[in-house]
């Protein structure tokens, strides 16, 4: 929109595939030919980043406009800078040291990602827009323009462009269906892989709250039945792995959905005498095993010569079980709490109302973790318990091994598909 404010900063906040990146880098490409000799500085938390992305999206455009590297424009690869035939700049440079740019002198500025910057980096980037603007240069505004993801907290994007809005401040919400290379379906698709609220936030564009409350939503009785267990179907064990309390969670599960039908916690325990448990209760399973959970349990302790999962193995063949039916499903390393999180989520109740995660009233932890385990306020950091919680109440001790274990199936069968959509951008 116009205005007559010397500065333009800008935040495009988008969802999945709404060309964020693709928006960012044109625009630093058109305000580098509109004013020749002008110095652009396009920036991120490191540069890994801007090589796989950002820059990539920036000779994209170039081709798209005909420029020839060598006849138009040259790159410095030591250096990181396009410099153009009108003599103007632009700068790759990563902003997670601030101290790094404070001594450039800058007429505009892109921040790719910008949630993941530091304030104090956004601050210094926006103090080096002090170059001086030259007199033919018409319409010429200091500019800052950033792009990121929606945030599940509200961080200092929010603070800066909605509560302390300035009068050169603005924000654009981009949510993913206003791309118009996406295919109908595209967005709709989503509705079912994604819980309402990392819906309205991921794919909407809009700013939440998801960091705050209880860390699973909207789960109801509707989640709640009396399961049974079918000997003749695959039985998943899910595990994590602590002495004290050993938490394994017990599932059938088909393509779309969970079951958890029973749950084994031991308060000061072993591996060994946990798979006994299991023995104890499920002496003759006739279909698979399936083993899945905490991916540090593939690994040897001073404890023993064997692995976690080396042990349950020994122990159910030495009961009697094919070996060809005992099967693990592991990762090579545990996902990020948060994709457990959002996956777990999506199956207790999808944004297209679809229900897939049910659990049996004799999951007694499992539930009370469903219940009661929630984030530290205002962070996205699960708020376990404090040692003299662990000393005073003896229910803390539960908190966090019981999801885990059950998030570590539901990650691995139906993780979250993030996407940026780009093989459907012309």
Same mark, same amino acid.
């Given at each position: 929109?116009? /205005?007559?404010? @010397?500065?333009?900063?800008? $935040?495009?906040?988008?969802?999945? #595939?709404?060309?964020?990146?693709?928006?960012? =880098?044109?625009?630093?490409?058109?305000?580098?030919?509109?004013?020749?000799?002008?110095?652009?500085? $396009?920036?991120?938390?490191?540069?890994?980043?801007?090589?796989?992305?950002?820059?990539?999206?920036?000779?994209? &455009?170039?081709?798209?406009?005909? *420029?020839?590297?060598?006849?138009? *424009?040259?790159?410095?690869?030591?250096?990181?800078?396009?410099?153009?035939?009108?003599?103007?700049?632009?700068?790759?440079?990563?902003?997670?040291?601030?101290?790094?740019?404070?001594?450039?002198?800058?007429?505009?500025?892109?921040?790719?990602?910008? +949630?993941?910057?530091?304030?104090?980096?956004?601050?210094? $980037?926006?103090?080096?827009?002090?170059?001086?603007?030259?007199?033919?240069?018409?319409?010429?505004?200091?500019?800052?323009?950033? /792009?990121?993801?929606?945030?599940?907290?509200?961080?200092?994007?929010?603070?800066?462009?909605?509560?302390?809005?300035? @009068?050169?401040?603005?924000?654009?919400?981009?949510?993913?269906?206003?791309?118009?290379?996406?295919?109908? /379906?595209?967005?709709? +698709?989503?509705? #079912?892989?994604?819980?309402?609220?990392?819906?309205?936030?991921? $794919?909407?564009?809009?700013?939440?709250?998801?960091?705050? #409350?209880?860390?699973?939503?909207?789960?109801?009785?509707?989640?709640?039945?009396? !399961?049974? *267990?079918?000997?003749?179907?695959?039985? &998943?064990?899910?595990?994590?792995?602590?002495?004290?309390?050993?938490?394994?969670?017990?599932?059938?599960?088909?393509?779309?959905?969970?079951?958890?039908?029973?749950?084994?916690?031991?308060?000061?325990?072993?591996?060994?005498?946990?798979?006994?448990?299991?023995?104890?209760?499920?002496?003759?399973?006739?279909?698979?095993?399936?083993?899945?959970?905490?991916?540090?349990?593939?690994?040897?302790?001073?404890? =023993?010569? *064997?692995?976690?999962?080396?042990?349950?193995? @020994?122990? !159910?063949?030495? &009961?009697?079980?094919?070996?060809?039916?005992?099967?693990?499903?592991?990762?090579?390393?545990?996902?990020?709490?948060?994709?457990?999180?959002?996956?777990?989520?999506?199956?207790?109740?999808?944004?297209?109302?679809?229900?897939?995660?049910?659990?049996?009233?004799?999951?007694?932890?499992?539930?009370?973790?469903? &219940?009661?385990?929630?984030?530290?306020?205002?962070?996205?950091?699960?708020?376990?318990?404090?040692?003299?919680?662990?000393?005073?109440?003896?229910?803390?001790?539960?908190? #966090? /091994?019981?999801?885990?274990?059950? +998030?570590?199936?539901?990650?691995?069968?139906?993780?979250?598909?993030?996407?940026?959509?780009?093989?459907?951008? @012309?």
């Amino acid at each position: 929109m116009p /205005h007559d404010y @010397k500065r333009d900063i800008a $935040v495009y906040q988008g969802g999945y #595939g709404s060309g964020k990146t693709w928006c960012g =880098s044109l625009l630093g490409i058109l305000l580098a030919r509109k004013y020749p000799g002008c110095v652009g500085l $396009v920036g991120a938390k490191e540069y890994e980043l801007l090589k796989n992305t950002t820059m990539v999206e920036y000779f994209n &455009h170039l081709e798209a406009f005909g *420029y020839e590297k060598g006849k138009h *424009y040259k790159y410095n690869k030591t250096d990181k800078i396009i410099t153009f035939n009108n003599g103007s700049k632009i700068l790759f440079k990563d902003l997670d040291d601030p101290d790094k740019i404070k001594s450039l002198n800058l007429h505009w500025a892109e921040i790719e990602e910008m +949630s993941q910057v530091k304030d104090a980096s956004f601050k210094q $980037v926006l103090a080096r827009l002090r170059a001086t603007a030259k007199p033919e240069w018409e319409d010429f505004k200091y500019r800052l323009f950033g /792009h990121t993801n929606p945030q599940p907290d509200k961080g200092w994007i929010y603070t800066r462009f909605v509560e302390k809005k300035e @009068k050169d401040y603005r924000i654009i919400f981009a949510p993913t269906s206003e791309n118009i290379y996406l295919p109908e /379906h595209f967005v709709e +698709s989503l509705k #079912g892989d994604y819980d309402p609220e990392y819906f309205r936030i991921n $794919v909407l564009g809009e700013f939440g709250d998801y960091a705050s #409350g209880l860390i699973v939503k909207n789960f109801t009785d509707e989640n709640i039945r009396a !399961l049974t *267990y079918h000997k003749d179907v695959p039985l &998943h064990i899910t595990c994590d792995f602590n002495v004290d309390p050993m938490c394994w969670v017990l599932a059938h599960k088909d393509d779309k959905s969970a079951f958890f039908f029973d749950e084994i916690v031991i308060e000061n325990t072993t591996t060994s005498k946990t798979i006994a448990e299991f023995i104890r209760r499920y002496p003759d399973h006739e279909s698979d095993i399936i083993i899945n959970g905490d991916a540090s349990g593939d690994n040897r302790n001073v404890a =023993s010569e *064997y692995t976690n999962y080396i042990i349950m193995r @020994k122990a !159910l063949i030495a &009961h009697g079980y094919d070996p060809k039916k005992i099967k693990f499903a592991l990762r090579k390393f545990n996902p990020l709490i948060k994709n457990r999180v959002h996956a777990f989520n999506a199956k207790v109740k999808n944004a297209s109302g679809g229900v897939n995660l049910f659990v049996d009233k004799k999951c007694k932890w499992f539930l009370y973790n469903i &219940h009661n385990l929630k984030y530290k306020p205002g962070t996205s950091d699960i708020d376990t318990p404090t040692h003299h919680q662990l000393k005073s109440e003896r229910e803390s001790k539960f908190l #966090g /091994h019981p999801f885990d274990a059950g +998030s570590y199936l539901i990650e691995y069968y139906f993780p979250v598909q993030r996407t940026d959509a780009k093989e459907y951008k @012309k």
